[in-house]
């Protein structure tokens, strides 16, 4: 009959300092995090808080996606329609809402000078409002 070996393992991990296996695992946890940070600096409209992310981050010239955040004191809000530009001569463009999470998405062509700052129409209530989010471009 086989010996099983499972007894000395178990033996060996209650032994071992259950905390240093938690700090091992939170580093682990850390170092695959990334090293993603914020392409712009939250603004705010009414009451809510607006984020704007890119993908790619940082945002390169040409077609790039957008994601605007909208949170309140209560957590997102899903009820307000977002557009936005990256020149002024453009027209508007709905941002596709990302179910009822606050999270509101669209693609726009961004370059260096007039096109460097994206713009995000707020439109919620009745009450509009237009935020400028300047985008640093990567090379």
């Not at 463009?93 to 990302?98: E, H, K, W």
Request: aromatic share 6%; net charge positive.
């Amino acid at each position: 009959m086989q010996k099983n070996n499972l007894y000395p393992a178990v033996n060996l991990l209650r032994s071992t300092n259950v905390k240093h296996i938690k700090l091992f695992f939170l580093v682990l946890l850390v170092a695959c995090g990334g090293d993603r940070v914020a392409d712009t600096q939250p603004q705010k409209w009414q009451d809510a808080e607006v984020r704007v992310e890119s993908r790619p981050s940082p945002p390169r010239p040409g077609v790039n996606e957008f994601l605007v955040i909208v949170t309140g004191k209560r957590g997102p809000i899903h009820d307000v329609m977002v557009s936005v530009r990256t020149d002024d001569q453009d027209q508007w463009i709905q941002a596709i809402q990302d179910g009822e999470v606050g999270v509101y998405r669209r693609a726009a062509k961004v370059a260096p000078g007039t096109r460097s700052v994206l713009q995000v129409q707020m439109k919620r209530n009745g009450v509009e409002g237009v935020l400028r989010f300047p985008l640093n471009l990567s090379p």
